[in-house]
């Protein structure tokens, strides 16, 4: 049964499985303060996989309870999604799309739902990649897991309005063939312009593989979890990165093995290695800005990225 008592003030809601370790809760009350809101933010853990009815549990509670304004979705996203979808009375395209919701939010007395991985992801992937880097180098994408945030990704960069700097090939891995499958399913037709390979890589020396197959100048990316959610790495210790490349770790918190794989390369290897923290702030900013109706956000991002570093 849902632990939650109807909101007090104004309240956003952080979905999650140990919401309570994430840095959002102390940071959360920083930036209400900088941004002149009288709101807190409540952490609502579920298991992964949970039964549908507790997700729909949660949302019924947002949906009825007036000063819950809103919520952020992590790892539920899908789940949540399938048990939830009849609940709101507005889905962006995205979230048609991915079939995933991230961002909860309340206008105009409608339940609105949002996908905002694929706003956040290319603003994150815009901070570090300079432009033109795919014109002009001509490197390869080899994303790490099939799930939301690789999905992201792709729709990011199969955008019309990314031209013709984007990469021409997309690698996706996955340990698992059915989320591979619906990757797949997903993406298919989605930019002519891009050549998606999806490879079944049920052990780490599989992508170790593809890893040293890869062209110099190409963007590697850790989007399986491992590191944050369960330990480890997508690859092996003898893994050997291409030249002159982009690594992004997308997880901000935890061990980051595969981002220590990476830093021992830095030099020889002359690689660029991003960790998640910008992601972890554009996502956040994103769905607050939805969820309390502030216009300006991209304006405010920088001055929020250094209260949360403080917090």
Same mark, same amino acid.
């Given at each position: 049964?849902?632990?939650?008592?109807?909101?007090?003030?104004?309240?956003?809601?952080?979905?999650?499985?140990?919401?309570?370790?994430?840095?959002?809760?102390?940071?959360?009350?920083?930036?209400?303060?900088?941004?002149?809101?009288?709101?807190?933010?409540?952490?609502?853990?579920?298991?992964?996989?949970?039964?549908?009815?507790?997700?729909?549990?949660?949302?019924?509670?947002?949906?009825?309870?007036?000063?819950?304004?809103?919520?952020?979705?992590?790892?539920?996203?899908?789940?949540?999604?399938?048990?939830?979808?009849?609940?709101?009375?507005?889905?962006?395209?995205?979230?048609?799309?991915?079939?995933?919701?991230?961002?909860?939010?309340?206008?105009?007395?409608?339940?609105?739902?949002?996908?905002?991985?694929?706003?956040?992801?290319?603003?994150?992937?815009?901070?570090?990649?300079?432009?033109?880097?795919?014109?002009?180098?001509?490197?390869?994408?080899?994303?790490?897991?099939?799930?939301?945030?690789?999905?992201?990704?792709?729709?990011?960069?199969?955008?019309?309005?990314?031209?013709?700097?984007?990469?021409?090939?997309? !690698?996706?891995?996955?340990?698992? $063939?059915?989320?591979? #499958?619906? /990757? @797949?399913?997903?993406?298919?037709?989605? &930019?002519?312009? *891009?050549?998606?390979?999806?490879?079944?890589?049920?052990?780490?020396?599989?992508?170790?593989?593809?890893?040293?197959?890869?062209?110099?100048?190409?963007?590697?990316?850790?989007?399986?979890?491992?590191?944050?959610?369960?330990?480890?790495?997508?690859?092996?210790?003898?893994?050997?990165?291409?030249?002159?490349?982009?690594?992004?770790? !997308?997880?901000?918190?935890?061990? $980051?093995?595969?981002? #220590?794989? /990476? @830093?021992?390369?830095?030099?020889?290897? &002359?690689?660029? *290695?991003?960790?998640?923290?910008?992601?972890?702030?554009?996502?956040?900013?994103?769905?607050?800005?939805?969820?309390?109706?502030?216009?300006?956000?991209?304006?405010?991002?920088?001055?929020?990225?250094?209260?949360?570093?403080?917090?």
């Amino acid at each position: 049964m849902l632990n939650v008592q109807p909101a007090v003030k104004p309240t956003i809601y952080f979905i999650g499985v140990t919401t309570g370790k994430s840095s959002i809760m102390r940071v959360f009350p920083k930036w209400a303060e900088a941004l002149g809101l009288d709101a807190e933010i409540k952490g609502i853990d579920f298991k992964p996989h949970s039964p549908g009815e507790d997700y729909r549990e949660a949302v019924e509670f947002i949906k009825k309870d007036p000063l819950s304004m809103g919520a952020l979705v992590t790892t539920h996203k899908i789940d949540l999604y399938n048990a939830c979808k009849d609940l709101f009375e507005y889905l962006d395209p995205f979230a048609l799309k991915l079939g995933e919701i991230s961002s909860i939010s309340k206008k105009d007395g409608k339940l609105c739902g949002h996908a905002k991985d694929p706003i956040s992801s290319g603003l994150a992937l815009e901070h570090f990649v300079p432009e033109n880097y795919w014109k002009e180098h001509g490197g390869d994408t080899f994303l790490m897991g099939a799930g939301g945030a690789a999905l992201a990704m792709s729709l990011y960069f199969g955008q019309e309005k990314s031209g013709d700097d984007i990469p021409k090939k997309i !690698i996706i891995s996955n340990r698992s $063939l059915p989320r591979l #499958e619906s /990757a @797949k399913k997903i993406l298919e037709g989605l &930019n002519p312009a *891009i050549e998606f390979e999806y490879l079944h890589t049920p052990s780490p020396e599989d992508n170790d593989r593809i890893l040293a197959s890869l062209k110099p100048h190409s963007l590697i990316v850790n989007a399986t979890g491992l590191g944050k959610d369960a330990p480890g790495s997508p690859l092996t210790e003898r893994c050997s990165f291409p030249k002159d490349s982009l690594v992004w770790e !997308i997880n901000y918190r935890g061990e $980051l093995v595969f981002m #220590e794989q /990476a @830093k021992a390369q830095e030099k020889e290897k &002359n690689l660029y *290695i991003e960790d998640g923290w910008i992601y972890f702030i554009h996502g956040w900013t994103q769905v607050v800005a939805e969820v309390f109706h502030i216009d300006n956000i991209a304006e405010k991002v920088l001055m929020l990225s250094e209260v949360a570093k403080n917090a």
